[in-house]
Nanobody, 126 residues
Framework: QPQLMESGGGSVQPGGSLRLSCTIT????????IGWFRQAPGKEREGVGC????????DYADSVKGRFTFSRDNGKNTAFLEMNNLQPEDTAIYSC???????????????????WGQGTQVTVSS
């Protein structure tokens, strides 16, 4: 089974940007759709979006459309989440998850994201 590790979190001011990375080991990234999720204190985990194994399809939550962008480099076994115009309400622990996929699409509400990283903290404050 694959193992996932997130990196790139930190603290930024409102309007700032961060780029998160999700690196997979134990398997090759090209076989997996990658989902991104976040959880703020006292709130349930929220799906941010996903990118299909071949990057032909992305799915974004309404709350991040136009600000967040998914990409991936299968040769480096790494997926990326570019976050722009960050706001305090984006503060959360961000996690990536992998779904073994045989199709060129993904949906963030898919219940089959089974392999999870530990998460990285993103804090947005003035």
């Amino acid at each position: 089974q694959p193992q996932l590790m997130e990196s790139g979190g930190g603290s930024v001011q409102p309007g700032g940007s961060l780029r998160l990375s999700c690196t997979i080991t134990g398997d090759t990234l090209r076989h997996y759709s990658i989902g991104w999720f976040r959880q703020a204190p006292g709130k349930e985990r929220e799906g941010v979006g996903c990118i299909s194994k071949d990057a032909l399809t992305t799915d974004y939550a309404d709350s991040v459309k136009g600000r967040f962008t998914f990409s991936r480099d299968n040769g480096k076994n790494t997926a990326f989440l570019e976050m722009n115009n960050l706001q305090p309400e984006d503060t959360a622990i961000y996690s990536c998850a992998a779904l073994l996929s045989f199709v060129s699409f993904c949906f963030i509400r898919d219940p089959n994201f089974r392999h999870w990283g530990q998460g990285t903290q993103v804090t947005v404050s003035s």
